[in-house]
């Protein structure tokens, strides 16, 4: 490919892409209509020998692929949480491609390093984090928990574990806390990260699904009687289940009793901090040691950011670095080297797009933006609230409601999970719209997350209405006898 073939190709793809992001994902069924295999099936099984034509690998994107992409920038995406992306977002994508650079240590682009450590100090400012407080861009949450475990770990064993292993005293016996709504990444980082996942505490919570600092308390006065070395506690503000709040300040409280080290995983409700008038999620936060949340959930910045910040760097930096000869430069000292400030060495250059995502829509437009996102969920908890044939199952701080249709004539539990289990698999195959279920209390229960780029106070009473026609006809598939008719039918 040549620089006339770029140039030609790349102004199609803008089109393509402006014209998707402008409204043409709507074309599009949300969820990927294709079953297992469908894909592979209309890819060759050996790569070409020649090159071939740019022209041809485009349209094979179009025929091949694109059937087989569930459209998370899709307004009627309800499903999960958001991931929502921005036209200035992926500009300075494309640009960070053009420009490949690595951005592993200061001199291999200073400018990546020094943005960086400003739109960090932009973004905790926002967010109203204490100003001595630095961060870094990592790329995922569970990459940050990842992180704050390993410092857990060295903190507890006075940096010991990074020198001797699993034979650092203590080593065997650290514990770590979080609550039974936990994000799995929690467990995911403890296997990694030495401690094991059988020591990984499950805490009970309140009836709002948030931590409950007395079981917190009993559950380390148990391991401590048992002669384990309990090192960490994650506390989540918007649990991936239901945006549960877990309330950082006694959480803070306790840690500093016993010498904690305290992660706040904020993924998806970090971004709410920048409204002035939820700054109290959080409350607290001051007595942690690192904090994380997710621009590339609900801040308009396409995957992968990760917004990382610890209380005391030298102690994240003590954990991770580590300095070959090869990677040695005349300014190691006095810059920030962000290899040294997590698990990859190679790193991109993705201020960028936070940058651009920032300066096009300044603090106001996203503030604007996540405050139609927080209405519209509460306008739709209301309706549900109102319906007799559907609950709430869990309270709405933030952009995401829990509910599930409940018939006045369904009695038993297993006969409402199979009654919405039904009703989530009808919608979504719909391709109208797209939204997934978790549990709660043991309980089956839909999830509808409200937060993407182009999502309209249209398109939450388009899925209201949906969701209701939906419930209101009968289930083929909930195993009654119209269902097995209805079987027989499609047999012949
Ligand atoms: C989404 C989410 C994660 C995982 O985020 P990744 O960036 O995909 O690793 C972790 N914790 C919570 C609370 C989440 O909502």
Known sequence: MDAADFRRHGHELIDWIADYLDGGVRAYPVRAQVAPGDILAGLPASPPEQGE????ILADFRRVLLPGITHWQHPRFFAYFPANNSLPSVLAELLTAGL?????????????????????????????????WRGCIQDTASTATLAALVCARERATGGRFNLDGAAAPQ??????????????????????????????????????????PAALERALAADLAAGLRPACVVATVGTTSSTALDPLRPLGEICRRHGLWLHVDAALAGAA????????????????????????????????????????ADELVKVFAITPEYLKTAHDGGVSNFRDWGVPLGRRFRALKLWFVIRAFGVEGLRRRLRLHLELAQRFAA??????????????????VC?????????????????????????NASGRLYLTHTRLGGRFVLRLSIGQTGTTADDVAAAWDEIRAAAAAPYPDSGGGAGRRHARKEDR
């Open 53 to 56: 034509p740019m022209a041809d």
């Open 100 to 132: 490949g650079a690595q951005c592993m240590v200061w001199e291999t682009s200073p400018a990546a390093a020094e943005l960086e450590e400003r739109v960090m100090a932009w973004l905790g400012g926002m967010l109203g984090l204490p100003a001595a």
């Open 171 to 212: 080593a065997d016996r650290l514990t770590v806390y979080a609550s039974t709504e936990t994000h799995s990444s929690v467990e995911k980082g403890a296997k990694i990260a030495g401690y094991g996942r059988g020591r990984v505490r499950k805490v009970a919570v309140d009836a709002a699904y948030a931590m409950d």
């Open 273 to 312: 901090a920048i409204l002035p008038e939820k700054r109290a999620l959080l409350g607290g936060v001051e007595l942690a040691d690192s904090f994380d949340f997710n621009p590339h959930k609900w801040l308009f910045t396409n995957f992968d950011c990760s917004a990382f910040w610890v209380r005391d």
């Open 383 to 400: 309706w549900v609230q109102a319906d007799p044939d559907f609950e709430l199952m869990a309270p709405v701080p933030l952009n995401l």
């Open 403 to 427: 509910f599930r249709a409940r018939p006045r004539a369904a009695a038993s539990e297993p006969e409402l999970e199979r009654l919405n289990a039904a009703l989530m698999e009808r919608l």
